[in-house]
T-cell receptor
Framework: DTGVSQNPRHKITKRGQNVTFRCDPISEHNRLYWYRQTLGQGPEFLTYFQNEAQLEKSRLLSDRFSAERPKGSFSTLEIQRTEQGDSAMYLC????????????FGEGSWLTVV | QKEVEQNSGPLSVPEGAIASLNCTYSDRGSQSFFWYRQYSGKSPELIMSIYSNGDKEDGRFTAQLNKASQYVSLLIRDSQPSDSATYLCAVLGSSNTGKLIFGQGTTLQVKP
């Protein structure tokens, strides 16, 4: 399967700890997105990369959140000093620029902060 | 006003009926529109995209777009219990980031 891959799929952490999620996009997809989804809501945009450049970051995104995409391949999303409100599903998605921008999602990483 | 609005439902239809899901958006410059299906506990799965005014059919699914009214809909014909899921409307904004803005989703229940 060459879809978007995310890991870990589930993470339980204590409040105040740091967590990191990894996303491997579909090969040859140069755009990569991170979204967050809580129960009963649609996915909320967090940030977006085109190749290795982080081109947009949601104004709602706390300074505790940081994302990287070294060499324009895989990406990591780190949450520092986690809070209970960070509990959500973190979705990674990728697309190829000028392909109609169809975005494909990974299976998501569930975070529970206790 | 939310950028993309959907009725959260639940929308309940009997098996075999037509389910009609609606979505409105606020950015008049939006050019691309998508419907995703999301089963409970799973990630969104793309089922339809539409870019031009009118209807686009794919199997039992028909997407309808009216840019003048800023309205997108999804019709599911011959609804099956396996269609029970949350349907997310997503709109590509007029800025060229490729960022999709999602509605909150409509929960569809198809009753046998």
């Amino acid at each position: 399967d060459t879809g978007v891959s995310q890991n870990p799929r589930h993470k339980i952490t204590k409040r105040g700890q740091n967590v990191t999620f990894r996303c491997d996009p579909i090969s040859e997809h140069n755009r990569l997105y991170w979204y967050r989804q809580t129960l009963g809501q649609g996915p909320e945009f967090l940030t977006y990369f085109q190749n290795e450049a982080q081109l947009e970051k949601s104004r709602l995104l706390s300074d505790r959140f940081s994302a990287e995409r070294p060499k324009g391949s895989f990406s990591t999303l780190e949450i520092q000093r986690t809070e209970q409100g960070d509990s959500a599903m973190y979705l990674c998605a990728s697309s190829r620029f000028n392909s109609g921008n169809t975005i494909y999602f990974g299976e998501g990483s569930w975070l529970t902060v206790v | 006003q939310k950028e993309v609005e959907q009725n959260s439902g639940p929308l309940s239809v009997p098996e075999g009926a037509i389910a009609s899901l609606n979505c409105t958006y606020s950015d008049r410059g939006s050019q691309s529109f998508f419907w995703y299906r999301q089963y409970s506990g799973k990630s969104p799965e793309l089922i339809m995209s539409i870019y031009s005014n009118g209807d686009k059919e794919d199997g039992r699914f028909t997407a309808q777009l009216n840019k003048a009214s800023q309205y997108v809909s999804l019709l599911i014909r011959d609804s099956q219990p396996s269609d029970s899921a949350t349907y997310l409307c997503a709109v590509l904004g007029s800025s060229n980031t490729g960022k999709l803005i999602f509605g909150q989703g409509t929960t569809l229940q198809v009753k046998p």
